[in-house]
């Protein structure tokens, strides 16, 4: 009897790490799909950037995968208290994990575009944003895994820095709009690609939401970020 | 412990001889008692023979005088069992005395005894009988009766006396067994001090005990055993930190996940190599640790296959690593847990050597096709036909032997470069006026300053110590410079030659143009090889791509440097640092 109880734990532990796993590898995976769509975008290679469209798919098999598992782990073993917090959380994180491969994805759609038509200056804010989304999404699931809030809060807080760094870009394009509408198409699209990455970095920070009720059983949801903009 | 046992030890002695000390008092008191009663019973018989001999009238009338003398009460019986005198007549029982034991006895053999209570006097008494005869027929009983008391007096005072000499005679050997015991035991509560110091760790030292009996011989082996016990482990730490020294000094990074695939140990090497601590890893998987998917992947094609998996990728994000990693599995002894192995190999610098070496044959072959397509494109079209037409065969062949120049020219650098990547031995450094051989090379490029109507500025001051260089390198070094400052910089520009002196061991050339200027961002690449600023144009002007290249790697040769400041737009700047002639040298 004490043995099978055991077995059991063991097995349902094992099953909670599963689940961790998952989400860091999909994590990881989203951070590539990012990481290649720069590249494609920067060094303008096509075949990268199909590659990066094929591979979405299989975020979004993780995603039911791990959906299918949580949902198994509720129905099969009634978790309570910090357990039944994870497992909600992740399902809600696996979301958003799978969102965040949709828009890399459709980042390297528009990067497929942009790589047709001539370049108008050289990608410095594009990939600096790219570098910090990735950042976040790292470190947001960092704290999940080191169960660290302070981790968390500060991925809140960089969201910040992204929603400035947009607006720049915004600016920025629309100037040059202005001064030669023969750009404009370039503009849109750049201008879009950093709206997704904006959209990103939301969605980096709903995960990080999600960490620090995970870990305090407090939700964060909804509150304004005191960023260092105040 | 100690105390329980020799309390056991006392209560076993104790026990002995207080049973001994029973059983011997219990037999004496019954022997003695026996042996005084049967003295009494025969004093009696003889006092009654004695009486017997009296005539039978004269006892009867002194009947109590003879009762006093012989200390009993005395009883004259006819045949019939009347009493004929009583010297105590307040002591006759009822009935006939004629069936009490003792008279049966004495009717029948002669003499009887026996030991009754006498209820009339209340007290035991031991009788004694005698039949008197005449002529083969009773004729009359003598009976003696007394009080058995003196016999049990003197067994009471046999048994105080007993007692008393009992006590101290058992207490003598007590006290001796109770020392006997503790002497026996202390040593074994001795060897039991040390056994439990050995038990919880503290293995050292020895355990004395001087005697020779089966205790030493024990704490003698006990000894013996400690020291062997010591001798296997410091052999055993010895063979560990052998191990253990060789586990974190390797350059390689090694990690050991348990049986539930968490990272059980860590080396050196990884903590460097990833820049983590191992605090931060341990206890984690390897997917929490490095969040990498490859590593990820291979660990899962692992687990599946279970033959060693190797695998390349990139550890880090801020510092990438290139590593090439190994995964095999650990089998301790049977039975126990399955152990994952991974082995990384930092190949960071071996993939950049690669990486330099395909991309210099891949600029090479492309360098060398652009020349070759366009030679073949147009014999192709002189042979199809366009010979017929004069002009254009003389454009042709023009465009021909332009392009097989620069094959030419191409193959001459790349032959220059891996001269000079050989190093110094193929210098051969000699002392040289930097001004002559400034001035050869400014011949050289006055025709094309002119064509492009641009404007020269040589500021060279006099009497210039002399610098150690290679007549022919020198040249090349200062016609490729002066050639890229009068190819990038656009008509009606300028180009500035000065020399000055560095520090006490150099003289420095700079060349400054006012042409297109190069991208911040590119300076540093400028020195690679085939590495083109501005690709298209530099192609247009006949440039290989390999002139910066042999020029830095020149002046390095020569033990001097190169160094460029660029502003896009107005114009770059190139100084030359050459290491001035010394006499030692």
């Known amino acids: 009897m004490e043995e099978a109880k055991r077995h059991t734990s063991a097995e349902y532990e094992r099953e909670l790490q599963e689940i961790r796993d998952g989400l860091l590898y999909m994590g990881a995976l989203t951070e590539k799909a990012l990481e290649k769509g720069t590249t494609a975008l920067v060094e303008r290679d096509s075949e990268l950037a199909k590659q990066v469209i094929c591979e979405d798919d299989q975020i979004d098999r993780l995603d039911f995968e791990l959906e299918e598992k949580c949902i198994r782990l509720l129905a099969l073993r009634q978790p309570a208290a910090r357990d039944l917090r994870f497992i909600t959380t992740s399902i809600k994180i696996t979301g958003h994990l799978e969102r965040i491969g949709d828009m890399a994805a459709n980042i390297t759609e528009k990067v497929l575009i942009l790589n047709e038509i001539p370049q108008i200056k050289a990608?410095?804010?594009?990939?600096?944003?790219?570098?910090?989304?990735?950042?976040?999404?790292?470190?947001?699931?960092?704290?999940?895994?080191?169960?660290?809030?302070?981790?968390?809060?500060?991925?809140?807080?960089?969201?910040?820095?992204?929603?400035?760094?947009?607006?720049?870009?915004?600016?920025?394009?629309?100037?040059?709009?202005?001064?030669?509408?023969?750009?404009?198409?370039?503009?849109?699209?750049?201008?879009?690609?950093?709206?997704?990455?904006?959209?990103?970095?939301?969605?980096?920070?709903?995960?990080?939401?999600?960490?620090?009720?995970?870990?305090?059983?407090?939700?964060?949801?909804?509150?304004?970020t005191c960023g260092p903009m105040g | 412990m100690k105390r329980r046992l020799s309390f056991r030890l006392f209560v076993a002695f104790l026990t002995i001889g207080v049973i001994a000390a029973l059983i011997a008092g219990f037999l004496i008191d019954r022997e003695l008692k026996g042996a005084l009663m049967r003295w009494s019973e025969e004093e009696m018989a003889a006092e009654a023979r004695l009486i017997a001999l009296i005539p039978p009238d004269q006892v009867s009338a002194r009947i109590v005088e003879f009762a006093v003398s012989a200390g009993a009460r005395i009883t004259l019986l006819d045949a019939a069992g009347r009493v004929l005198a009583d010297s105590n007549p307040a002591a006759i029982e009822p009935g006939n005395p004629l069936y009490r034991t003792e008279v049966q006895e004495a009717r029948l053999r002669g003499e009887g005894s026996a030991v009754r209570y006498s209820r009339t006097l209340a007290i035991e008494l031991q009788y004694v009988a005698l039949a008197l005869t005449e002529r083969g027929e009773i004729k009359r009983y003598i009976r003696l009766a007394r009080p058995i008391q003196d016999v049990v007096r003197s067994m009471e005072s046999f048994r105080r006396i007993f007692l008393w000499v009992l006590v101290p005679v058992l207490f003598i050997p007590l006290l001796l067994c109770l020392i006997y015991s503790i002497r026996t035991i202390s040593p074994i509560g001795k060897l039991v001090?040390?056994?439990?110091?050995?038990?919880?760790?503290?293995?050292?030292?020895?355990?004395?005990?001087?005697?020779?009996?089966?205790?030493?011989?024990?704490?003698?082996?006990?000894?013996?055993?400690?020291?062997?016990?010591?001798?296997?482990?410091?052999?055993?730490?010895?063979?560990?930190?052998?191990?253990?020294?060789?586990?974190?000094?390797?350059?390689?990074?090694?990690?050991?996940?348990?049986?539930?695939?968490?990272?059980?140990?860590?080396?050196?090497?990884?903590?460097?190599a990833t820049g983590r601590s191992q605090g931060e890893l341990i206890g984690r998987t390897p997917l929490e640790a490095f969040r990498n998917i490859s590593l990820q992947d291979a660990l899962e094609r692992f687990r599946q296959s279970g033959t060693p998996t190797f695998r390349e990728m990139t550890l880090g994000d801020e510092n990438p690593v290139v590593m090439d990693v190994t995964i095999s599995a650990i089998r301790g002894e049977a039975g126990g847990e399955e152990k994952t192995l991974l082995v990384f190999h930092d190949v960071t610098r071996l993939k950049k050597l690669e990486r330099v070496r395909t991309d210099f044959v891949a600029n090479v072959t492309h360098e060398i096709r652009t020349p070759l397509t366009a030679i073949i494109g147009f014999v192709e079209t002189l042979e199809q036909g366009a010979l017929e037409d004069r002009e254009k065969t003389y454009k042709f062949l023009a465009t021909i032997r332009e392009n097989a120049e620069r094959l030419n020219r191409l193959v001459d650098d790349l032959l220059t470069l891996s001269g000079i990547e050989l190093g110094e031995e193929s210098l051969r450094l000699e002392r040289l006026s930097l001004e002559g051989a400034l001035d050869d090379v400014l011949a050289l490029v006055t025709a094309r300053v002119f064509e492009k109507e641009l404007k020269l500025i040589r500021e060279v001051p006099e009497g210039l110590p002399p610098i150690r260089a290679d007549r022919d390198r020198l040249a090349q070094i200062l016609l490729n410079v002066l050639d890229n400052a009068v190819k990038f910089t656009p008509a009606g520009g300028s180009?500035?030659?000065?020399?000055?002196?560095?520090?006490?061991?150099?003289?420095?050339?700079?060349?400054?143009?006012?042409?297109?200027?190069?991208?911040?961002?590119?300076?540093?690449?400028?020195?690679?090889?085939?590495?083109?600023?501005?690709?298209?144009?530099?192609?247009?002007?006949?440039?290989?791509?390999?002139?910066?290249s042999i020029v830095k790697h020149l002046m390095k040769a020569h033990g001097g440097r190169m160094a460029i400041e660029s502003t896009l737009g107005h114009g770059t700047t190139v100084s030359l640092h050459f290491p001035l002639y010394e006499e030692s040298t």
């Open chain 1, 123 to 224: 990608y410095i804010d594009l990939p600096r944003m790219v570098q910090i989304v990735r950042g976040m999404i790292r470190r947001s699931l960092d704290a999940m895994v080191s169960e660290d809030v302070e981790l968390a809060h500060r991925v809140r807080e960089e969201d910040v820095i992204i929603d400035r760094l947009n607006e720049q870009i915004f600016r920025e394009l629309l100037t040059f709009m202005m001064e030669e509408p023969h750009k404009i198409q370039v503009c849109l699209y750049i201008m879009q690609i950093s709206k997704s990455l904006e959209r990103i970095a939301d969605h980096a920070e709903g995960i990080a939401d999600m960490v620090i009720y995970m870990i305090t059983g407090k939700s964060v949801r909804h509150q304004p």
């Open chain 2, 495 to 548: 180009i500035a030659v000065t020399v000055e002196p560095g520090d006490e061991r150099t003289l420095i050339v700079r060349i400054a143009d006012t042409g297109v200027g190069i991208p911040k961002g590119e300076i540093p690449r400028l020195g690679e090889r085939f590495y083109r600023a501005d690709k298209t144009r530099s192609r247009e002007m006949g440039g290989t791509g390999l002139g910066l």
């Open chain 2, 193 to 272: 001090a040390f056994t439990e110091k050995v038990q919880v760790g503290q293995i050292s030292g020895m355990v004395r005990i001087p005697s020779r009996d089966e205790i030493g011989v024990l704490a003698a082996n006990i000894n013996g055993m400690v020291a062997v016990l010591q001798e296997k482990i410091r052999a055993a730490d010895g063979e560990k930190r052998k191990l253990q020294s060789l586990f974190t000094g390797m350059v390689e990074g090694i990690v050991v996940l348990d049986a539930g695939g968490r990272i059980e140990t860590l080396n050196r090497g990884m903590e460097e």
